[in-house]
Structure formats: C-alpha cells, structure tokens
C-alpha cells in the first residue's frame, strides 16, 4: 500500500528539495552550475531550432501535481470518450494550431531559431492536446495539487480536506528523454520559452501520451499527501492565487473564443475526420460524416477573418529582455 503522507512539506524533507535561486555553486561532472532559475539555451539537432528551458540548468528529476489520483490518468484527447465531443475538439485545436502558426510573436521566434511547439502552446491555454504537463519547479508542482479550478469564477482555489488524497508525482527526465510511444514520437517534450508568458512562468515542459496510454506507466515514482486547507492556502498565496503562474496576456482571449468555435474551414474538418478514425477506430463513411456534424453543430468557413493585434517593437522588446535572462554553454 503506497505511504500517504501528511503534508507536502514532510513530501519535500523526503525528496530532498533544496532552496532555489540562493546562487549556490554545484559540481557536475567537472562543470560549475547554480540553482539559479532562469532561461538555458540548448540546441535540438535534430529539429535544427534551439529550446529555452525555463528553471535550474540541471535536475534529474522534474514533477507533476494533482488533486486527487486520476486512474488511469489520461492526456486531454484520452479523457474524453464521447465521438462527438472528440471531434470537436480535435477541430478546435487544429483550429489553434494553424492560427498561432500566423500569429507575430509565433512567425518572429520561429525567424531568430527559437524551437516553437503549436501543441504545448494549446495545453497551457486549456486546449485538449496529446500532452501532460510537467514542470521543472517543485513548488510550481504543489500549486496544481493544492488548488483546485473553479469553473464558474474561472479562479483557482484552495482545497479544504478530503477523504482523497492529492498527489506529487516525480519524474525521472533522464530516463524519459531517449524514451519514443509506440506511434515513434518523443514522449518527453521540452517546451519551456514559447513566444507567450505561461509555460516560461510555470517552468514547464510536457509528456506526449497516445490516446489510451496512461501516465503512470512512464518512469515516475507517486507520493499522495493529505488535503487541508492551511497548507492549500499557503501555496495559494505563494503564488499570488495563480497570477504569476497564469499572466494575463492577448492569446487567452483568442484561446477563450477558439474553444467555442464551431465554424471551420473544409480541409481542418477532413483532418479532424482522419485523426478520429485513427483515434478510435471510428468508421469514416458519408452517413457517419453527416451524424457528427448535425450533432455537434460543426460548419463550413472558408475565412476565419482572423486578425492578430501585436505590435513589431512590442515583440522585439520582449524578445530583447527574453534575451538577457537567456544563459548558454559551449558545449554539454
């Protein structure tokens, strides 16, 4: 019977969770490091692009928080089992996918060879997606097992007690990172600096899962923790009720709309169409076709009329100070 402990804070001594960001030098294998949070630059040859990954330079572990223990836990597409509901969602990000791709600060990031991932963007806005979140910061970790989402006020808010227990998960990255799904990709994906603020503040990087494949049978080890809401409250406060962890920025809005879209143009819905049918092993006839768009409401638009409102010197700007916390290394 896997241990429950008492608190996150008793979690934390267990772990060996050391301060970050007090400028303490470390040994690596010859190498001096800090546990310094920051921008770290590191190439991706095979995608010919550089990744910013948002934390300490080193860790072998990075983690993942929740509520309550999901069985199986499942990325956003796995969770939902309803074909229509599938289908619709899988337009929506298709939908996102090719918009963000015209979007300035997207086009700008991709020109200076900084590695952009549409998908990992559209998780962190709320988008169903094939990934699950992980992040690099520990604390950032116990935030989203201690606050839960309010729908109605669109506001996260402390959990009280309850009979069931929250989780911190512990990822190994090391064993993730040569690790490939049964379809051939990737299942560790660094995400950290997108041209937009929420995966840089939330440290994060991301597990790609296919549609049935279950969370807890990659690499992680699983501690459940007792709720309550002293401790709820504290981490609450710790990050400003998830204002430093979600800022307000321009593509929430476009997200806001884009997950009620009902409209899309002819070649996002055959996509949709063939990736359910690859999904779910749904029958993709003329009859079947016709069923789900009745039943879902989906239409045809050919223009979106989508207009993206940034400025070019804003973009340079923020590039420029994104910069400036950017740290790198010859060689690794």
């Not at 303490?24 to 995608?47: C, P, Q, S, W």
């Not at 064993?175 to 937009?196: C, E, H, M, R």
Request: glycine share 4%.
């Amino acid at each position: 019977m896997t241990k429950i402990f008492e608190n996150i804070d008793i979690i934390k001594q267990h772990l060996s969770i050391q301060p970050l960001n007090t400028g303490e030098i470390f040994n690596y294998r010859g190498m001096e490091v800090d546990n310094m949070e920051g921008l770290h630059a590191i190439e991706d040859t095979e995608k010919d692009c550089v990744n910013l990954m948002s934390g300490v330079e080193f860790d072998f572990f990075e983690y993942r928080g929740q509520t309550s223990v999901y069985n199986p836990c499942l990325s956003g597409f796995g969770r939902i089992k309803n074909i229509e509901d599938l289908f619709l969602a899988i337009c929506r990000s298709l939908y996102f996918e090719q918009a963000i791709q015209t979007n300035p600060r997207f086009t700008f990031a991709k020109s200076e060879n900084i590695c952009v991932d549409s998908d990992a963007i559209g998780q962190h806005y709320g988008l169903a997606t094939d990934y699950l979140d992980i992040t690099k910061n520990f604390d950032v970790a116990t935030f989203f097992a201690t606050q839960k989402y309010n729908f109605n006020t669109q506001q996260y808010e402390p959990m009280r007690e309850n009979s069931k227990a929250g989780v911190i998960y512990r990822i190994n990255t090391f064993a993730l990172s040569s690790s490939t799904s049964n379809d051939n990709k990737k299942i560790y994906t660094p995400v950290g600096w997108q041209p937009f603020k929420r995966p840089e503040e939330q440290r994060a990087n991301a597990v790609y899962l296919e549609d049935n494949k279950c969370f807890t049978t990659l690499p992680i080890q699983t501690f459940p923790f007792k709720h309550s809401y002293e401790q709820s409250k504290k981490v609450y406060e710790m990050f400003e009720g998830g204002k430093t962890l979600f800022p307000d920025d321009d593509i929430s809005l476009f997200v806001s709309k884009a997950k009620e879209k009902s409209s899309f143009s002819s070649g996002i819905i055959e996509q949709s169409f063939s990736q359910l049918s690859k999904r779910r092993g749904w029958e993709d006839s003329a009859k079947n076709r016709e069923n789900i768009l009745n039943q879902t409401k989906v239409f045809i638009e050919e223009n979106d009329n989508l207009k993206w409102n940034e400025k070019e010197e804003d973009i340079e700007k923020e590039f420029c100070e994104m910069i400036e916390r950017t740290r790198a290394r010859l060689t690794y």
